[in-house]
């Protein structure tokens, strides 16, 4: 009896555990969700400069002798 008892409370904290790891999955899904924006912004801004550095370059090029 004593085993079975024991059994159940391992039980017991292996769902407190599983429930805490799912929490905190969810924390670090949130957290990367949020990186990969940052990184999308990131690579829009750097895409929307290279027209504008493909005109600077041009542009020198045109204004030197």
Request: proline share 3%; hydrophobic share 40%.
């Amino acid at each position: 009896m004593k085993a079975v008892q024991v059994l159940s409370q391992q039980l017991e904290e292996s769902k407190i555990a599983l429930r805490e790891l799912y929490s905190d999955v969810d924390g670090i899904k949130s957290i990367l969700t949020l990186i990969q924006g940052i990184a999308d912004q990131t690579n829009l801004l750097a895409l929307n400069r290279l027209p504008l550095k493909r005109l600077e370059q041009e542009n020198m090029v045109e204004g030197s002798p």
